[in-house]
């Protein structure tokens, strides 16, 4: 079975911090892991994704992520905070292959930025 | 390029009605899944359809059914609303059916019911 766990439900920066948003992952085969952000009153964008080639993964918006399987983590980072940065972000399983796209979802961390 | 558009944005239902929610993919994109965000439960993946099959379903009683027709619209319904369905109901769309293929999310339909 999978599960994700996302540590911290709220994690509040000042603008121009770094931003760490940490998720483990629980996974039997070897996992594709998604980080997605949503802001109020809209869908889910996908902010990066690992398929198991890089470990290291840049994606959208000056946002990062390293998969690290030895840790069997997949954390979230940006250099400097922007205002624009607060939303909720959710870290997502799915199985490689697997002939379906079902995702499962951490619970999410929202992310505040004050000035 | 059009993203993925769900109708109505908005619903308020009453408990034991029934309910159905749209969803139109992305044009060329033949995947279609569903999911249900709610404060307690967080993201949860309710089913996929791909070339009007269902493929992959999530742990729902079977109140819950959906349909996709031939053009990739797909319909989710829901048979005696319980006011623990309240929810935000998303769809997303991609081109195939790994996870290899981006799903694009519409921004949801939100189900009250009272």
């Known amino acids: 079975a999978q599960s994700v766990t996302q540590l911290g439900s709220h994690v509040s920066v000042s603008e121009g911090a770094l931003v760490l948003l940490r998720c483990n992952y629980s996974?039997?085969?070897?996992?594709?892991l998604f980080w997605y952000v949503q802001y109020p009153n809209q869908g889910l964008q996908l902010l990066l994704k690992?398929?198991?080639?890089?470990?290291l993964v840049k994606g959208i918006n000056g946002f990062e992520a390293e998969f690290k399987k030895s840790e069997t983590s997949f954390h979230l980072t940006k250099p400097s905070a922007h205002m624009s940065d607060a939303a909720e972000y959710f870290c997502?399983?799915?199985?490689?292959?697997?002939?379906?796209?079902?995702?499962?979802f951490g619970a999410g961390t929202r992310l505040a930025v004050h000035p | 390029k059009a993203g993925v558009t769900q109708t109505p944005r908005y619903l308020i239902k009453t408990r034991g009605q029934q309910v159905t929610l749209s969803c139109s993919p992305i044009?060329?994109?033949?995947?279609v899944s569903w999911y249900q965000q709610t404060p307690g439960q967080g993201l949860q993946f309710l089913f996929e359809?791909?070339?009007?099959?269902?493929?992959n379903k999530g742990n729902f009683p079977g109140r819950f059914s959906g349909r996709q027709f031939s053009n990739s619209r797909s319909e989710m319904n829901v048979s005696t609303l319980e006011l623990g369905d309240s929810a935000l109901y998303l769809c997303?769309?991609?081109?195939?059916?790994?996870?290899?293929?981006?799903?694009?999310f519409g921004p949801g339909t939100r189900l009250t019911v009272t």
């Open positions: 997303a769309s991609s081109l195939g059916t790994t996870a290899l293929y981006e799903q694009y």
């Open positions: 996974s039997s085969v070897p996992p594709y």
């Open positions: 690992y398929t198991s080639a890089a470990t």
């Open positions: 997502a399983v799915s199985l490689q292959g697997g002939g379906y796209n079902k995702l499962i």
């Open positions: 044009s060329g994109h033949r995947s």
């Open positions: 359809y791909f070339s009007e099959t269902q493929r």
